[in-house]
């Protein structure tokens, strides 16, 4: 089930530029946030605290990579939060993802990164000794993710399609590096219009820049919301 907001990036500084970010868009305009590791480690917990009175829905993105027992403990506290959505490296394994379930309990949907869409193929065989494709290497970690019993993973729009063959359909896919039709690229190599996400099976987008950095982010939004619905 696809979800119909893109959820947007808030990689800001601080509270004033969340703040001033959010003051663009009707007061009844629920959004989906994504709160990242600067944003959460500059002003801790209370950004989600605030963000959920004000009815949005948040992704907390702070990748969690430790030993089982230590990821269980931070995500029965994440779990307080009220978050909606959260994740883990898959790279931790088996044992840690299902303790995070554990400690996430059922009600937040919890995901994993499989590759970061920042590693070549090179780099995982130099720095990790992973001699496989990359593309193999994301699909173990998927099908690894979901024995664990976590509802998706993050990954690039260009490996949707594998990742449900290997996985399941329901299997969710979120994915950032979207970038609508006219816009900068910045430095995401492989990225996607909304549209081509739509049709690729995408079950979430994540939007930063095209949207946080516009001159008009509502308009921004209601275009990359409009291009994102447009077959759904
Ligand atoms: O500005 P932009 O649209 O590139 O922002 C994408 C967001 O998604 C950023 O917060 C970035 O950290 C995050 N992300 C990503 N690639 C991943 C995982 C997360 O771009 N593989």
Known sequence: MKEKRPIIALDFPSFDH???FLAQFPSDEKLYLKVGMELYFSIGPQIITYLKEKGHSVFLDLKL?????T?????????????????????????????ARQGLG??????????????SQESMREDQN???????SVCHYAK??????????????????????????????????????????????RVMTPSEAQIIG???????????????????????????????
């Open 18 to 20: 969340v703040k001033h």
């Open 130 to 136: 992973i001699q496989t494709s990359l593309i193999q």
């Open 71 to 99: 990821v269980k403990s931070a995500m029965s506290v994440i779990a307080n939060l009220g978050v909606d959505m959260t994740n883990v490296h898959a790279a931790g394994g088996v044992e840690m993802m299902k303790a």
């Open 202 to 232: 995408s079950d979430f987008i994540v939007v930063g820049r095209p949207i946080t950095q516009s001159q008009n982010p509502v308009e921004a939004y209601k275009a990359i919301y409009k291009e994102w619905n447009e077959n759904h």
């Open 65 to 69: 990579h430790d030993i089982p027992n």
């Open 144 to 189: 690894k993710t979901q024995d664990s019993g976590l509802d998706g993973v993050v990954c690039s729009a260009q490996e949707v399609s594998e990742i449900k063959k290997a996985t399941s359909e329901d299997f969710l896919c979120i994915t950032p590096g979207i970038r609508p039709k006219s816009s900068e690229v910045g430095d995401q190599k």
């Open 106 to 119: 059922k009600n937040v949907k919890l995901i994993a990164v499989t590759q970061l869409t920042s590693t």
